[in-house]
């Protein structure tokens, strides 16, 4: 008989524990192959002086088990606290997050009674990064860092989820019509992936996340497999969720290359806590995300199954509980004592759940490395004098270029004001000046560093700078609007 698998769970803040007790039952009930160890992440260890919300020592449980059950958790209001979340999934490598929605209509109503897709989201850069500066006094930014091999393994894993899953077509999302080079990277990796012969029975496509996110909210049952960047995969799975029926019913699996945290898509909802009220479908459906990915399918079928023959027999929680379609209105514990009685039982209408053994392998190419050629820079400016007017700035910073660089324009929040520009427009204090190289001209990091000297010695505040290269000679930095 195969060995048990150690785990390691968190019980979370808020509604968390009972739901994660409930969770539990089922899967003890169910004779899954597990041993459990147990962490205490979120709140409580938040104010214990812990920024991250974990400890050293939950840390280690993660890195030796790999494999990560996860109640909700509350973080802090206030300053200071970073997203335990955000820190788990890159501490862990787990690049790929998959939300899974689908209609259990009607005995959970919803608009669109046929909805069954997967949304598959990058899970590590993005805006998620997390990188943020104020600027100036009026301006403040964030970096939205794209890798290629970041792409590479998310839009390849989504390829082979749709293979190992016998779905028929994937659709990826961008932006990609106004941030040609982060999200139009993303786009020519799929693009490029998507050619692959492995793939060849798919469909493939790409939208851009405008009409994307429509279609999840209006015609969901047009989609399939959606694999999207972090931040508009992280709206658009709740777009699904909610139109599927219930936000509560939704569970998430956040997978790496060797580790794995599974999780409610909710939150900790505190003004429930305590009050035995709570649906622990979100985190039971986690649950069975992570016994496919382990390799205890069989469990799996037999914990799904079983919810789906409670939600069928009316045993509804009171989120989800209708007078025309249920039958008992249930709180937490005795949610998850339905669906333990009803283990080994199959669904009579809704379909079955039958998931089987299923190998997810990504491997990553190894690509050879372009020319990088430093061909200029942008020197961003805090400058709030003489109304702001570009001209003024412009004979202040044009003299400064030295004989390697020329002042090629200065914008404004993207938009070219000088030496040419539209009149009449808004100007705030931040301003990047793009200087080029001169024909001919070789441009050094030594001459950058001259450049700022001459850029400080005239006075001028200079907050950052963005070398500008060129990659096997393709232009490697976006023009601003109006250059």
Request: with cysteine; proline share 4%; charged share 25%.
């Amino acid at each position: 008989m195969a060995e048990n698998r150690k785990i390691t769970v968190a019980h979370g803040d808020g509604i968390g524990p009972e739901i994660m007790d409930a969770t539990l039952r089922i899967l003890k009930a169910a004779e899954a192959r597990l041993d459990f160890e147990e962490i205490e992440i979120g709140q409580k260890v938040y104010e214990a002086g812990h920024s991250s919300g974990i400890t050293g020592e939950s840390w280690e449980s993660l890195r030796r088990n790999r494999i990560f059950l996860k109640a909700p958790i509350t973080t802090p209001l206030g300053g200071g606290y970073k997203s335990l979340n955000v820190t788990i999934r890159k501490g862990l490598c787990l690049f790929s997050n998959v939300r899974p929605c689908r209609s259990f209509y009607p005995y959970v109503p919803t608009h669109f009674p046929h909805i069954d897709m997967v949304i598959i989201r990058e899970n590590e850069e993005d805006l998620y990064a997390g990188i943020e500066h104020q600027q100036t006094d009026e301006v403040t930014q964030a970096l939205k860092l794209i890798s290629r091999p970041g792409c590479e393994a998310i839009c390849r894993y989504a390829l082979e989820y749709a293979r190992a899953y016998g779905r028929k077509k994937v659709t990826c999302l961008t932006k990609s019509n106004i941030m040609k080079i982060s999200d139009g990277l993303f786009q020519r990796v799929f693009e490029e992936v998507a050619a692959d012969p492995r793939y060849a029975e798919l469909e493939t496509e790409h939208r851009i996340i405008d009409i994307g996110a429509a279609l999840v909210a209006a015609r969901p049952e047009d989609l399939d497999v959606v694999v999207t960047l972090n931040l508009y995969g992280d709206i658009v799975s709740d777009i699904a969720a909610l139109v599927s029926g219930s936000v509560g019913l939704a569970g998430s699996a956040n997978i790496g290359f060797d580790a794995a945290m599974f999780e409610a898509v909710h939150g900790s909802a505190p003004d429930i806590a305590g009050k035995d009220i709570a649906n622990p479908s979100g985190l039971l459906t986690a649950a069975v995300m992570m016994l496919v990915h382990i390799g205890q399918p069989d469990v799996a079928e037999r914990i799904r199954n079983a919810w789906l023959r409670t939600l069928e027999d009316g045993m509804h929680t009171v989120d989800v509980y209708k007078e025309q379609v249920s039958k008992q209105r249930l709180g937490t514990r005795a949610f998850a004592d339905a669906v333990i009685e009803r283990l080994g039982e199959k669904p009579r209408h809704l379909r079955t759940a039958a998931f089987g053994h299923r190998d997810l392998e990504v491997k990553l190419p190894s690509i050879p490395r372009k020319k990088k050629e430093l061909v200029g820079v942008d020197v961003f400016l805090d400058w709030d004098e003489s109304n702001r007017d570009p001209a003024v700035l412009g004979k202040k910073v044009e003299p400064l270029a030295g004989d390697t660089f020329a002042l090629k324009m200065i914008s404004n929040r993207g938009v070219a004001v000088y030496p040419t520009g539209m009149e009449g427009v808004y100007c705030t204090d931040h301003w990047r000046c793009r200087f080029t190289a001169r024909k001919g001209a070789k441009p050094s990091h030594a001459e950058i560093i001259a450049l700022l000297g001459r850029v400080k010695k005239a006075g001028l505040d200079f907050i950052k700078t963005e070398h500008l290269y060129t990659f096997d000679g393709e232009r490697g930095y976006s023009l601003g609007q109006g250059e």
